[in-house]
Structure formats: C-alpha cells, structure tokens
Nanobody
Framework: QLQLVESGGGSVQPGGSLRLSCAAS????????VGWFRQVPGKEREGLSC???????????YYADSVKGRFTISKDNAKKMVYLQMNSLKPEDTAVYYC?????WGAGPLFDATEYAYWGQGTQVTVSS
C-alpha cells in the first residue's frame, strides 16, 4: 500500500522550531522527487522545499523564498523518511503542511503541486504567541 504519513506538527511561539517528519510506505524514495507544501484555507497549496531526483539518485535541494534560510529539507532513503526542519517560525507560517512524492526525474525546482502524484494527509502547524 502506497502511503505517506506526516507527523511533528503542533503549536509553537514565534521564533520557535518544529521538525516535521514524513514516513513513506510502499515506496522506494530513491526514485522520487520529494517536496513539502503548505496550505491555508482559501489559498492554493504553496511549494516550500523539494529534493529533485535524477533517476535513482538525489539531486539538488530547493527552497521557496518565503522559507529560505529558515527551513531545511532532508531525506533518509534507507528509513524511507523525509524531514522538514523549521526554524525561526513566524505567524504567517501557520498552515497545514504536506509532504509529497513525484515520479519526475530532472534538475530544477519542482514547486508545482500538480507534478506530485502522492500526498500525505497533512499536519497542522500553528505559530502564535
């Protein structure tokens, strides 16, 4: 069964940190680009960070300007895990966060949600004082 399950969301004060995890089952992460997105009600899903894939090997990491320097994406292919370390959180980071996999091989950022075929259920992140 192909499944992605996010965890690690919660409530944090501005300036705080959270680490999101995404557990993949039924996939070999070696052959997928991985991405993190977020969505707030009434807005489109926003691409935050991704790791490209070049046909069996990880490519480069990319970040949206809104999170560059604050968020770090990583993955452990052996454990089938994808992570998003989020530091210096701001109230505008409040959203539901999703991990996703895309069977797209090639260089360049992949922030178009329509390119991703597999999605987790999302985890809520709330940044508030």
């Amino acid at each position: 069964q192909l499944q992605l399950v996010e965890s690690g969301g919660g409530s944090v004060q501005p300036g705080g940190s959270l680490r999101l995890s995404c557990a993949a089952s039924g996939f070999s992460l070696d052959y997928y680009a991985v991405g993190w997105f977020r969505q707030v009600p009434g807005k489109e899903r926003e691409g935050l960070s991704c790791i490209s894939n070049s046909g069996g090997s990880d490519g480069s990491t990319y970040y949206a300007d809104s999170v560059k320097g604050r968020f770090t994406i990583s993955k452990d292919n052996a454990k089938k895990m994808v992570y998003l370390q989020m530091n210096s959180l701001k109230p505008e980071d409040t959203a539901v966060y999703y991990c996703a996999l895309a069977s797209v091989w090639g260089a360049g950022p992949l922030f178009d949600a329509t390119e991703y075929a597999y999605w987790g259920q999302g985890t809520q992140v709330t940044v508030s004082s």
